[in-house]
């Protein structure tokens, strides 16, 4: 989402933010309007706006949108799109040419604004830098007994992974989800990275996954759910070996994987 907004949104001025709901709780518009997009890009889970302000040139304020479960953030170069509406509109960027509208049927999506990038930057290792290495996961992990699926879902050791992803990390790279953290070696670390890299840019390449809701910037949905191995699947042949996909549940989530596979 946020590759596909920057182009369109690149280099200009915020006209007006308008904000529709109450529960967004932001009472910044003054400090946005009128700031010029320097660029936009993803920080953790947030889609964050690169501002530049003509009265605070040397300060790099960052408006952030997190779009929780249900969040999607659709540019529009002149009316709302016939059919979409203003059903679960809850704000509307307004720029000189266009806007960008943020829906969110569920209501749990937040904006903030940040002064600095230090205050931006999440508490978790980003999971495609080239610093997220084998040595790098075994010192995040420090002895932990948690089961290593629910493990990748803690934002404050790795940011960005979210359920689903998880899942097909592990069916991947042949881990048992219910294994301790702890108890993965040195060749299990190095595949759970390289599987994580490889699914996480695969993902992006396919826009993200849409079971019901999700839409990209251009208001299309993702296409990686035809790329999926075993989340959903449960009941269904696995793709590598042919035994059946079990699903369970960790932590309130749902986890499916190939016992045959995954040791």
């Not at 953790?44 to 706006?49: A, L, M, N």
């Not at 969040?71 to 529009?76: D, F, N, P, V, Y």
């Not at 002064?115 to 980003?126: I, Y």
């Not at 301790?180 to 390449?205: D, G, Y």
């Amino acid at each position: 989402m946020a590759r596909q907004l920057d182009p369109l949104v690149r280099g200009q001025q915020i006209g007006d933010l308008q904000i529709l709901d109450h529960l967004l709780a932001f009472n910044e518009q003054a400090e946005v309007i009128g700031s010029r997009i320097q660029a936009v890009r993803r920080i953790g889970k947030e889609v964050v706006f690169e501002l530049e302000r003509a009265d605070h040139p040397e300060d790099d304020w960052l408006l952030a949108v997190h779009l929780r479960m249900t969040g999607r953030l659709i540019h529009e170069s002149g009316r709302l799109a016939e059919g979409r509406g203003e059903r679960h509109l809850r704000a509307v960027l307004e720029l000189k040419r266009g806007r960008v509208l943020f829906y969110d049927m569920r209501r749990f999506g937040t904006f903030r604004l940040y002064r600095t990038l230090a205050d931006a930057l999440p508490a978790g290792q980003e999971p495609l830098d080239r610093s997220f290495t084998a040595t790098r996961l075994n010192s995040l992990i420090k002895g932990s007994n948690t089961a290593v699926k629910v493990w990748l879902l803690r934002q404050d050791r790795i940011c960005g992974i979210g359920n689903i992803y998880a899942s097909e990390i592990l069916h991947d790279c042949g881990i048992d989800p219910f294994r301790p953290a702890v108890s993965l070696n040195e060749p299990e670390l190095n595949s759970l990275v390289s599987s994580t890299k490889k699914i996480l840019r695969k993902a992006i390449r396919h826009c993200g996954t849409t079971f019901s809701d999700f839409q990209n910037a251009n208001g299309e949905v993702g296409g990686y759910q035809r790329f999926l191995r075993v989340y959903q699947h449960a009941g269904e042949g696995c793709h590598s070996c042919g035994t059946e996909i079990l699903r369970a549940v960790q932590a309130q989530r749902s986890t499916f994987w190939c016992p045959a596979c995954q040791r």
